[in-house]
């Protein structure tokens, strides 16, 4: 027998129609991914560096919270980036920024608890909150708005007995949309007057575009007892599959009860942590050149979409990814179609439906994200190929 929390727990929108583009890539056709986030940039070198020089003889468990230099690293990286008073003791390390967000709706919420977050949002909230037993209440925001939060009237309007906390993704995926210094101030007197949880996820924290300021709700000292940071360094250091994660809270009582879940999954990754450990001592080295790489990129796909006719974006202000709205009914059907029907010159292009990123039922059904982690030239390739796609789409219907 199969659980509920089994049958319920949604395939991701990100990966579920892989099997569609392993179809089309044994057929022969190259299948421009811009469905997940999984940047080209080169991992810098200097990451493996320590990785490469692990010499220890037997690979021990690790301390469930984290290797100490490791918290060191990101608490130095932390105050001197944004002059917090971060301490490493305010650091718990997870596997992946996931996990950091699981830990914390598992410390906090109890079953059937409800956490507010605005959609579209990171498609595996939803499923970490199935896994959780907690019911994620969407604040909806709109492409024609850049995807900004509504009034506090109408997210306090959405706050019940239930209600325990807020996550913010900022800069978010999977929209690009940086909130504003208004915005986050909001939000933060929100939570102050209602006694809630704040859960800001940070992974994209430098990822601002066109001269924007990076900032962490870690800034707002008068409510740091309720704000909790889950980050991670798949995106910044350009290694996803290190898997390595954190969560900065200087709530005492919340990290040791995070360390507690920590302990049920006995550590994280040990030899990634000394990579992680070297990639935030030498972060000035790489991390501004790659950021305006993807500015870079950001530019050319927002290019791009203004040639596509019916196609409408928001210009993202960060992370790398943008939500578009497609001249279809169903971008799922779309972009399925894309990779068994659709080639040029035997390339095709694979987008995210957007639904996935949605809770309410029905929204975002005519929306895909993507994901500008590829190269200018195959950005720009794969760009032109979603646009005749769309016109041969149209035409056959």
Same mark, same amino acid.
Request: aromatic share 10%; charged share 25%.
């Given at each position: ?41 080169? !991992?810098? &070198?200097? @990451?493996?560096?320590? =990785?490469? %020089?692990?010499?220890?003889?037997? +690979?021990?468990?690790? /301390? ?25 003791d305010d650091v718990f390390i ?24 605005p959609e579209p949002f990171y ?27 509504? !009034?506090? &009237?109408? @997210?306090?309007?959405? =706050?019940? %007995?239930?209600?325990?906390?807020? +996550?913010?993704?900022? /800069? ?95 550590c994280p990754p040990t030899i ?126």
């Amino acid at each position: 027998m199969i659980s509920n929390r089994g049958k319920t727990i949604p395939k991701s929108p990100i990966r579920k129609l892989i099997p569609y583009a392993d179809e089309a890539k044994a057929r022969g056709v190259h299948v421009y991914h811009l469905n997940i986030g999984q940047p080209d940039v080169k !991992t810098p &070198d200097l @990451i493996f560096g320590p =990785i490469r %020089d692990f010499k220890q003889e037997v +690979l021990k468990y690790g /301390p469930s919270q984290g290797i100490l230099m490791l918290r060191k690293a990101i608490a130095n990286y932390l105050n001197e980036d944004y002059s917090l008073t971060i301490e490493p003791d305010d650091v718990f390390i997870s596997t992946g920024g996931s996990e950091a967000v699981l830990f914390l709706m598992l410390a906090t919420l109890n079953p059937g608890d409800e956490i507010l977050v605005p959609e579209p949002f990171y498609a595996n909230y939803n499923s970490i909150a199935t896994i959780g037993d907690v019911n994620i209440v969407p604040i909806t925001t709109s492409v024609e708005d850049g995807f900004h939060l509504p !009034t506090r &009237d109408k @997210i306090e309007s959405l =706050i019940t %007995d239930k209600t325990k906390a807020i +996550l913010i993704c900022t /800069p978010n995926n999977p929209t690009g949309t940086v909130l504003t210094k208004n915005e986050k101030e909001m939000v933060v007197k929100i939570v102050e007057d209602n006694n809630l949880w704040l859960f800001s996820d940070e992974v994209y924290r430098e990822f601002v575009f066109d001269g924007g300021q990076c900032s962490s709700f870690l800034e707002f000292h008068n409510a740091r007892d309720r704000i909790v940071v889950a980050d991670s360094i798949s995106k910044r250091f350009s290694c996803c599959g290190a898997r390595i994660g954190f969560i900065v809270t200087k709530n005492k009582e919340l990290y040791e009860t995070v360390l507690k879940f920590g302990m049920a999954r006995l550590c994280p990754p040990t030899i990634e942590q000394y990579g992680a450990t070297a990639g935030f001592e030498h972060r000035h080295e790489f991390l501004s050149d790659m950021i305006k790489e993807y500015e870079h990129r950001r530019n050319v796909v927002y290019e791009e979409i203004q040639k596509i006719d019916g196609v409408f974006t928001s210009k993202p202000e960060g992370a790398f990814y943008t939500v578009i709205k497609l001249p279809v009914e169903d971008s799922e059907e779309f972009v399925r179609w894309m990779l068994t029907d659709f080639e040029k010159d035997g390339k095709t292009t694979m987008l995210a439906p957007a639904a996935g990123f949605y809770k309410t039922p029905g929204k975002g059904k005519d929306e895909a994200r993507i994901a500008y982690v590829l190269k200018e030239d195959d950005l720009r390739d794969a760009m032109n190929i979603l646009k005749e796609g769309l016109h041969a789409f149209k035409s056959k219907n």
